[in-house]
């Protein structure tokens, strides 16, 4: 069976599925205390718990799956990765960043608390992330866990996420051509969705060169996502985005739109996902998940 014959709503159930787990993980992971911390756990459980997609989550989980891994083992490990995203989404919405006021269509953290906290929050959210992978819940195996260790860390900070965060943040001054911005992206969005299928296959005993396939495919996905983000931004829907919109264009930022336009960019996005769903092609129908979720990131209105 190849990844198209696959139920039309394999990717819906796939997400109802891991925004469920996930929220039941990070409910255990941060119970309130009765001390004076209280107010730390209930901004980080405000961040955590009831939004966003968890397409980082379901990428690990889905790729974990193709090669037979416990579900609750994929699931924690895909935690990690959304708490390194969710802290970055905190840190990213500051005053001092890009001072948002919405996020998933609620009050931003520093808004709903206040800034110092919503720093600590991301602090602890971020440590949260490293504190589940060298557990025994993720795996008996230390030498699996130092490898998701290693790479969710390597695509988090300056050779990653926070390099990426760097650029955008001084995008207004430099004259970025496609190649710096795809650079940028590749390290600001492409970098920890790379890290989450790649900790599957880690999760999976793939050994690395086994990966290229799956490393293409993240890669590609990575690409497209962000095209997809600047489309949005370009002439997304605030109310369905939940978040504002067309800042991009009013600080003056080069985008994938700016550089190539709304069509052309709207057109490498599709090209990038069909060429991602190739690389899938060799594991048939255990691929189907992966290849409705890179279809998504193209379609998706928020």
Do not use: W
Not at 20 to 40: C, H, I, Y
Not at 171 to 179: G, H, K, N, S
Not at 247 to 270: C, H, I, N, P, S
Not at 274 to 294: C, N
């Amino acid at each position: 069976m190849s990844v198209t014959e696959v139920p039309s709503t394999i990717l819906q159930d796939g997400l109802l599925q891991i925004q469920g787990e996930v929220d039941a993980a990070f409910d255990a992971m941060m119970p309130v205390p009765d001390d004076t911390r209280a107010r730390l756990i209930e901004a980080m459980r405000y961040a955590a718990i009831g939004g966003g997609k968890r397409v980082r989550p379901l990428l690990v989980a889905a790729t974990a799956g193709m090669f037979g891994v416990d579900r609750s083992a994929a699931v924690h490990a895909g935690c990690a990765v959304e708490a390194i995203h969710v802290y970055s989404l905190i840190h990213d919405d500051l005053p001092c960043m890009d001072d948002d006021d919405l996020r998933h269509g609620k009050p931003t953290l520093h808004k709903k608390f206040d800034e110092a906290t919503a720093v600590l929050a991301g602090d602890s959210l971020h440590a949260l992330a490293f504190e589940i992978l060298s557990g025994d819940r993720i795996s008996g195996d230390p030498f699996t866990r130092a490898e998701l260790i290693a790479t969710l860390a390597g695509a988090s900070g300056m050779g990653g996420m926070a390099g990426g965060q760097m650029m955008d943040m001084v995008a207004e001054d430099a004259d970025y051509d496609l190649q710096s911005i795809t650079r940028l992206q590749q390290l600001k969005t492409g970098a920890l969705l790379a890290a989450s299928v790649e900790m599957g296959a880690i999760l999976g005993k793939v050994a690395p060169e086994g990966r290229s396939n799956l490393r293409a495919y993240a890669r590609d996905i990575g690409l497209a996502f962000q095209i997809a983000d600047d489309l949005l931004d370009y002439e997304g829907d605030e109310e369905k985005a939940g978040k504002a919109l067309r800042k991009d264009d009013e600080q003056g930022k080069q985008t994938f739109v700016t550089l190539m336009g709304a069509d052309g960019a709207r057109d490498q996005a599709r090209a990038l996902v069909d060429q991602a769903v190739g690389h899938l092609a060799s594991y048939g129908s255990d691929g189907a998940l992966l290849a409705a979720l890179a279809r998504f990131i193209v379609e998706r209105d928020r």
